[in-house]
């Protein structure tokens, strides 16, 4: 299947090197009510919760021993963080709170920021595409309590790697088109065509992962491409784009987003960007921001 797109214009398109506060500044450039790239974590959605338990202790050699809270199904509070090397460069994040059930949770790891959302049990497990190795990875709550947690990521060098993250839902998509590739061929790997670790580990192509929760506040979402450095094929590039349909949700709507690429030195480029979607006439249409991502270019024999 062939996808017909059209390229509109962008209303506005600023781009920089500077972090999360400076964007936020950018983005106030463009309008008052720019929304800012969270930084603080705010508190956790309005839901009804069971209250934490007090769990008796006995009273050894007559000293006091603190009462341990307890979730209401019998876990000790309190946040841990674990993290394991995957296949693909990738680190398994395993999340748990007892006591922070149904709650917003913010993961930072090597400038990608993204949000999460603990289940019933206050458990959040998520599969992240490594920037970095040893990958550090640090998780905030909405009661301010943060863990920290690294992973050795022995297969980083094998890839290159390049993400797109955004703040609210914007629907913004990353396009790879592998070795020629057009649009809706096997190489174009997107959201609706995502690839595989395994296509990936194999050398036949790259794969996307698509991380982030935006069920809760003030989300922040990423897509992430990956690609094996030893592909080899006689196109020998990889086209990148930046995409992203106009709907009754984004229209007119400043966005505030950032690209990481990473390099061969292992450090990792992030640019941010702050632009408009077109106004809401133009709903239905695919606004395309070109000549934002370097196409990787593949040796080959």
């Given at each position: 299947?062939i996808?017909?797109?059209?390229?509109?214009?962008?209303?506005?398109?600023?781009?920089?090197?500077?972090?999360?506060?400076?964007?936020?500044?950018?983005?106030?450039?463009?309008?008052?009510?720019?929304?800012?790239?969270?930084s603080?974590?705010?508190?956790?959605?309005?839901?009804?919760?069971?209250?934490?338990?007090?769990?008796?202790?006995?009273?050894?050699?007559?000293?006091?021993?603190?009462?341990?809270?307890?979730?209401?199904?019998?876990?000790?509070?309190?946040?841990?963080?674990?993290?394991?090397?995957?296949?693909?460069?990738?680190?398994?994040?395993?999340?748990?709170?007892?006591?922070?059930?149904?709650?917003?949770?913010?993961?930072?790891?090597?400038?990608?920021?993204?949000?999460?959302?603990?289940?019933?049990?206050?458990?959040?497990?998520?599969?992240?595409?490594?920037?970095?190795?040893?990958?550090?990875?640090?998780?905030?709550m909405?009661?301010?309590?943060?863990?920290?947690?690294?992973?050795?990521?022995?297969?980083?060098?094998?890839?290159?790697?390049?993400?797109l993250?955004?703040?609210?839902?914007?629907?913004?998509?990353?396009?790879?088109?592998?070795?020629?590739?057009?649009?809706?061929?096997?190489?174009?790997?997107w959201?609706?065509?995502?690839?595989?670790?395994?296509?990936?580990?194999?050398?036949?192509?790259?794969?996307?992962?698509?991380?982030?929760?935006?069920?809760?506040?003030?989300?922040?979402?990423?897509?992430?491409?990956?690609?094996?450095?030893?592909?080899?094929?006689?196109?020998?590039?990889?086209?990148?784009?930046?995409?992203?349909?106009?709907?009754?949700?984004?229209?007119?709507r400043?966005?505030?987003?950032?690209?990481?690429?990473?390099?061969?030195?292992?450090?990792?480029a992030?640019?941010?960007?702050?632009?408009?979607?077109?106004?809401?006439?133009?709903?239905?249409?695919?606004?395309?921001l070109?000549?934002?991502?370097?196409?990787?270019?593949?040796?080959?024999?």
């Amino acid at each position: 299947m062939i996808l017909s797109l059209r390229a509109i214009t962008v209303a506005t398109l600023c781009i920089g090197g500077t972090g999360l506060g400076a964007l936020a500044a950018q983005a106030d450039a463009v309008t008052a009510n720019s929304p800012a790239m969270p930084s603080d974590v705010p508190g956790a959605p309005a839901l009804s919760q069971p209250a934490p338990i007090q769990l008796a202790q006995s009273n050894v050699g007559g000293g006091a021993i603190p009462e341990q809270e307890l979730s209401p199904f019998g876990l000790p509070c309190g946040l841990s963080v674990s993290t394991t090397a995957l296949d693909g460069a990738r680190v398994a994040l395993d999340i748990m709170d007892p006591c922070q059930p149904h709650s917003r949770v913010v993961i930072e790891h090597s400038g990608l920021n993204l949000t999460g959302r603990t289940d019933v049990m206050g458990l959040l497990t998520m599969d992240v595409p490594a920037f970095e190795t040893p990958a550090f990875f640090t998780v905030r709550m909405p009661d301010g309590a943060s863990d920290s947690s690294l992973a050795i990521v022995p297969d980083l060098d094998d890839f290159y790697r390049v993400g797109l993250q955004w703040n609210e839902d914007r629907a913004l998509e990353l396009h790879a088109l592998e070795f020629g590739a057009t649009y809706g061929e096997e190489g174009h790997i997107w959201q609706g065509s995502v690839g595989s670790v395994e296509r990936a580990v194999s050398g036949a192509g790259g794969f996307i992962n698509m991380v982030g929760a935006d069920d809760v506040d003030s989300p922040m979402l990423a897509q992430i491409y990956t690609l094996p450095r030893d592909t080899l094929d006689d196109a020998g590039n990889v086209r990148l784009t930046i995409e992203a349909p106009v709907t009754e949700a984004n229209c007119g709507r400043d966005t505030l987003a950032r690209t990481l690429e990473l390099e061969e030195d292992g450090n990792v480029a992030v640019i941010e960007l702050t632009f408009t979607f077109p106004g809401c006439e133009a709903v239905g249409e695919y606004l395309v921001l070109q000549n934002l991502l370097q196409d990787l270019r593949v040796a080959s024999n």
